[in-house]
């Protein structure tokens, strides 16, 4: 299943992003491609953190204007 993430223009935009399961020690990247294809152009790459520790799974994604 997959959602629709909707990205404004000229704002920072912030999403929570819940993987239940333990992420803490995980390296994590988030990009926005032109194209599904992980070869595709780059537009951008979300901030990603911890919302708490990480050992819950909870992400905070942040992509800046």
Not at 5 to 28: C, E, F, H, Q
Not at 34 to 45: F, G, Q, Y
Request: glycine residues 6%; hydrophobic residues 40%.
């Amino acid at each position: 299943m997959s959602n629709k993430v909707i990205v404004y223009k000229n704002r920072t935009n912030r999403l929570t992003v819940n993987l239940g399961i333990d992420v803490s020690a995980d390296v994590l990247t988030s990009q926005i491609r032109v194209e599904e294809d992980h070869n595709s152009a780059l537009i951008a790459t979300w901030g990603i953190s911890f919302a708490t520790d990480g050992t819950d799974g909870v992400l905070l994604l942040t992509l800046d204007d």
